[in-house]
Nanobody, 124 residues
Framework: QVQLVESGGGSVQAGGSLRLSCAAS????????SGWFRQAPGKGREFVAA????????DYADSVKGRFTISRDNAKNMVYLQMNSLKPEDTAVYYC?????????????????WGQGTQVTVSS
């Protein structure tokens, strides 16, 4: 059974930090790229960050560049999103996803598997 399980969400004040984790199981994680997306209330799902299966390529949305860092540990089947200098506009449900092409892609259409999401709330 394929699973992507996010954890690490919570409530923080602006300027604070959180580290999201995503545990993958049920598929060959090392062959897949990984991405993080988010969805704020009343808005569509948007790309946040992505990393290739090797970990050598990354991509970030302009809104998070310089504040967020995506990483992965293929030995543990884990993906992480370190979020620093958080802003109220970062408030959203954050989703982990696996890309069957192994790349660091922004397009949601390439992502085959999705987690259930974890809530991040940033107060001003």
């Amino acid at each position: 059974q394929v699973q992507l399980v996010e954890s690490g969400g919570g409530s923080v004040q602006a300027g604070g930090s959180l580290r999201l984790s995503c545990a993958a199981s049920g598929f060959t994680f090392n062959n897949y790229g990984s991405g993080w997306f988010r969805q704020a209330p009343g808005k569509g799902r948007e790309f946040v960050a992505a990393i290739s299966w090797t970990g050598t390529q990354t991509d970030y949305a302009d809104s998070v560049k310089g504040r967020f860092t995506i990483s992965r540990d293929n030995a543990k089947n884990m993906v992480y999103l370190q979020m620093n200098s958080l802003k109220p506009e970062d408030t959203a449900v954050y989703y982990c996803a696996a890309d069957r092409f192994g790349t660091a892609t922004r397009g949601a259409v390439g992502y085959e598997y999705w987690g259930q999401g974890t809530q991040v709330t940033v107060s001003s």
